[in-house]
C-alpha cells in the first residue's frame, strides 16, 4: 500500500509544483516506489517541471476515463528508474477529475507504489479538493506573506473537514508545514513573517524552510527538479525535508541570514 | 548597509509585527465562522418564529452569538424586545 501525500496550499503561485516535483524525486532517490501526479486540469505544469514534457502521450484522465491505461500513461523518469509523472490533462474540463475516478487510480497505484504525491492545483475548488480527498499526509506549501498563510489555514480547515478520512472518522491526516521562498535577510530586517511567526499562528509539524533561491528558475527553466542541484541551497533544503519526512531529526539550515560583521555593516560591506 | 542604516536598524523593526497581527486577528475569525455549528440560521429562525407568537419583535430582534472556548462552547442568545412590551404589562 502506498502513502498518498497531497501537496497543496490554497493560495496559487505558493511553490506546490516545485515542491512536488522535489520531494517525489527525493523520496525516489533514496529508493522508495514513487509517483507524482499533476491534478491541475487544463494547467498542467509539472511535466514540464520534472522535464518529461515531450514524453506525454496520455494522461491522468485518459485513465480516468479508460482511454488508457495506468502502463501506458505513466512516464518513467530518466534520471531515477523509482520515479514516475502521471500528467496532468491539457483541455479537458475540470470537473473530468471524477471522486470515484481518481479513487480507482490511487487505488492501482497504491499496489505498486511506496509514495504517491499528488501536486494539487491552486484554490479550494473541485480540483483541489480531489487531490486532497485520499491523502494520508499533506505538505502545506506556505510562502511567509499574509494571504499565504491565511488560505494555508483555510486549507487545514478542508482537510480536518472534507477528506476521506475526515468523512470515514479515520486517524485525521497527518499535516506537515513547508515554508518556501524564504528570505532570512529579510525577515531580520523586520520585513517578512519569521518561522516563529507562521509557526504562532498555524502551529505544524516544520517540513522545512526552503529560500528564496535563484537555484529554482535555474531548475525549472532546465527541467531538473532543484533537488538534483545540490549545490544550491533550496536543493539541500529539499533534500532535508525529504530526511524529515522520513524520520530523520535535521537542523534547519538557511533560517538565518548571514550575519555580517560590524564594520562591513559599517561600511556597507 | 551604511552608517546611518546600522543606527536605524535598531529602531522599530519593519512591517513583518503588523502582518502578524492582522493575521492573528483574521484568521481566529475564520476559524471561528468555520467551527460555527450548521444549525445555527434555522435555530435563529425558529426561535424567532416562537417569539413572534407571543410579541411583535422586529425580524432582526433575535441574534445567535456562538462562542468556542477553551473547554466549552457558549451559545449566546440576545433578543430584543420593543418598547411598547413593557408599557402593556
Ligand atoms: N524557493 C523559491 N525561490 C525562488 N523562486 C521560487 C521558489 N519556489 C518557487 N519559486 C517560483 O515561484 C513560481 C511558482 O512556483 P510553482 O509553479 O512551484 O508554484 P505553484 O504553487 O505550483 O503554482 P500554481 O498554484 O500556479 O500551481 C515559479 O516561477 C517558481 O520558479
Ligand atoms: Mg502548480
Redesign the interface.
Known amino acids: 500500500m502506498a502513502r498518498i501525500i497531497v501537496i497543496t496550499s490554497g493560495k496559487g503561485g505558493v511553490g506546490k509544483t516545485t515542491t512536488a516535483a522535489a520531494l517525489a524525486m527525493g523520496l525516489a532517490q533514496r529508493g522508495s516506489r514513487t509517483a507524482v501526479i499533476d491534478f491541475d486540469v487544463g494547467l498542467r505544469n509539472l511535466d514540464l517541471i520534472m522535464g518529461c514534457e515531450r514524453r506525454v502521450v496520455y494522461d491522468f484522465v485518459n485513465v480516468i476515463n479508460h482511454e488508457a491505461n495506468l502502463n501506458q500513461a505513466l512516464i518513467r523518469d530518466k534520471r531515477c528508474d523509482n520515479l514516475y509523472v502521471l500528467p496532468a490533462s491539457q483541455t479537458r474540463d475540470k470537473d473530468a477529475l471524477t471522486k470515484e475516478g481518481v479513487g480507482r487510480v490511487l487505488d492501482e497505484l497504491s499496489q505498486g507504489f511506496d509514495f504517491i504525491v499528488c501536486d494539487s492545483p491552486a484554490g479550494i475548488e473541485h480540483g483541489a479538493t480531489m487531490a486532497m480527498y485520499y491523502a494520508d499526509d499533506a505538505v502545506v506549501v506556505t510562502n511567509p ?2 494571504s499565504s ?2 488560505d494555508s ?2 486549507m487545514l ?1 478542508i482537510l480536518a ?1 472534507k477528506s476521506r478520512r475526515a468523512e470515514s472518522n479515520e486517524e485525521p491526516i497527518r499535516e506537515f508545514l513547508l515554508l518556501t521562498r524564504y528570505d532570512a535577510t529579510r ?1 531580520d ?6 518561522v516563529k ?1 507562521v509557526q ?2 498555524l502551529s505544524l509539524n516544520l517540513l522545512g524552510v526552503i529560500p528564496e533561491s535563484k537555484a529554482v528558475l535555474n531548475a525549472s527553466n532546465a527541467g531538473v527538479p532543484v533537488i538534483l542541484d545540490r549545490e544550491s541551497d533550496a536543493g539541500l533544503a529539499y533534500g532535508d525535508a525529504v530526511g524529515r519526512y522520513l524520520g530523520e531529526d535535521l537542523p534547519h539550515r538557511f533560517v538565518n541570514a548571514e550575519k ?1 560583521g560590524f564594520f562591513s ?5 | ?3 546611518l ?2 543606527f536605524r ?1 535598531s529602531q522599530p ?5 503588523v ?2 497581527e ?3 486577528i ?2 481566529a475569525h ?2 471561528a465562522e ?1 467551527h460555527r455549528p450548521s444549525y445555527l440560521p434555522n435555530l435563529q429562525r425558529e426561535i424567532l418564529e416562537v417569539i413572534r407568537k407571543y410579541v411583535d419583535v422586529d425580524m432582526n430582534a433575535v441574534s445567535v452569538n456562538y462562542e468556542q472556548e477553551e473547554t466549552h462552547e457558549v451559545l449566546e442568545l440576545n433578543i430584543v424586545l420593543p418598547d411598547t412590551v413593557r408599557n402593556r404589562a
Do not use: C, H, T
Not at chain 1, 189 to 194: F, K, P, Y
Not at chain 1, 265 to 269: D, E, N, P, Q, Y
Open positions: 506573506e499574509v498563510v491565511r489555514d483555510r480547515g473537514s525577515v530586517n523586520g520585513e517578512m513573517l519569521s511567526d504562532d499562528i555580517k555593516r559599517l561600511f556597507g560591506g | 548597509m551604511g552608517l542604516d546600522y536598524s523593526k519593519g512591517s513583518a509585527n502582518a502578524k492582522r493575521l492573528q483574521l484568521v475564520d476559524r468555520r
